[in-house]
């Protein structure tokens, strides 16, 4: 009896046992750290190092035309957007009163050329024999006559007669035409204007931040607003020494190929 008693006794102990071993295990289990989590590896961000500037297209040489002479224009031979050549008569102004001051001079200049002349013949010297004058007899002797002021006015009204056409100083297109035939010009406005289109730039402000990425000589691409699709080269060839108040840097780049580029487009630039 004492046997059959034990074995249930012992089986009883051996379940307990099992029971105790299977929580210790998992509160071991519980207790124990979690593995930490290897952050995976992060990249650089991919930054866009291109600076797009907004600037405008400029002509290189842009001289403004004006009349010398205060006299009427009879003629206009321009327009905007002509194309004309240096030398080319571009105005030509009413001529009778500077025909009738040409005209006067040269009497005038005869006249004191006749004095001049007389008195040296006065004096015992022969006209066709100039050299043998003293220098300082011939300058006595003009002086008295009035041949040096005399051949400075001719000499004027030369000039001034020849203003009565006025002429393009360099080949290029017209631009901002002011005047109409029968106008009276003044001579502090301008006639018009003319630009060489195969001489222009683009100018641009950069942030002062950003200076130190660009310098004389270095090549800028260039894009207009009227032609998107046409991609323009630029050499820079000044950067003002100073910021402005805004903070920005003023920047000048000579255009290599300015096909179908005028003065006063919108250019974006690239660095």
């Known amino acids: 009896m004492r046997t059959l008693s034990f074995i249930p006794y012992s089986i009883l102990m051996l379940i307990v046992a099992s029971c105790v071993s299977g929580t210790?295990?998992?509160?071991?289990?519980?207790?124990?750290?979690?593995?930490?989590?290897?952050?995976?590896?992060?990249?650089?961000?991919?930054?866009?190092s291109r600076t797009v500037s907004k600037g405008k297209i400029e002509s290189v040489t842009d001289i403004a035309v004006y009349s010398q002479m205060h006299e009427q224009i009879v003629k206009l031979n321009i327009k905007d957007g002509y194309s004309v050549r240096k030398g080319d008569?571009?105005?030509?102004?009413?001529?009778?009163?500077?025909?009738?001051?040409?005209?006067?001079?040269?009497?005038?200049?005869?006249?004191?050329?006749?004095?001049?002349?007389?008195?040296?013949v006065g004096q015992g010297y022969n006209i066709d024999e100039m050299e043998k004058v003293?220098?300082?007899?011939?300058?006595?002797?003009?002086?008295?006559?009035?041949?040096?002021?005399?051949?400075?006015?001719?000499?004027?009204?030369?000039?001034?007669?020849?203003?009565?056409?006025?002429?393009?100083?360099?080949?290029?297109?017209?631009?901002d035409v002011s005047v109409h035939q029968f106008d009276l010009p003044q001579s502090t406005a301008p006639?018009?204007?003319?630009?060489?289109?195969?001489?222009?730039?683009?100018?641009?402000?950069?942030?002062?931040?950003?200076?130190?990425?660009i310098e004389i000589g270095a090549e800028?691409?260039?894009?207009?607003?009227?032609?998107?699709n046409e991609t323009h080269t630029a050499t820079v060839n000044l950067i003002s020494p100073k910021v402005d108040d805004n903070g920005m840097i003023r920047i000048e780049a000579r255009l290599?190929?300015?096909?179908?580029?005028?003065?006063?487009?919108?250019?974006?630039v690239n660095l």
Not at 146 to 157: M, R
Not at 202 to 208: C, D, K
Not at 220 to 228: F, G, Q
């Open 24 to 48: 210790a295990g998992q509160a071991g289990t519980a207790d124990m750290p979690e593995p930490e989590a290897v952050p995976a590896p992060v990249s650089a961000p991919v930054t866009n």
């Open 89 to 120: 008569v571009i105005v030509e102004l009413d001529d009778e009163n500077l025909m009738n001051q040409l005209v006067q001079a040269r009497n005038a200049f005869e006249q004191a050329k006749y004095m001049y002349e007389e008195i040296l």
């Open 134 to 175: 003293p220098e300082y007899v011939m300058k006595i002797s003009k002086v008295k006559s009035g041949y040096n002021t005399c051949e400075a006015s001719l000499e004027q009204a030369e000039r001034n007669y020849a203003k009565r056409h006025v002429k393009a100083p360099l080949s290029g297109r017209v631009t």
């Open 191 to 213: 006639l018009c204007h003319i630009f060489d289109p195969g001489n222009m730039k683009v100018v641009f402000n950069i942030l002062e931040n950003e200076r130190g990425r």
């Open 220 to 228: 800028v691409s260039v894009t207009t607003v009227a032609y998107a």
């Open 256 to 268: 290599h190929d300015c096909n179908n580029l005028i003065p006063g487009m919108t250019a974006f």
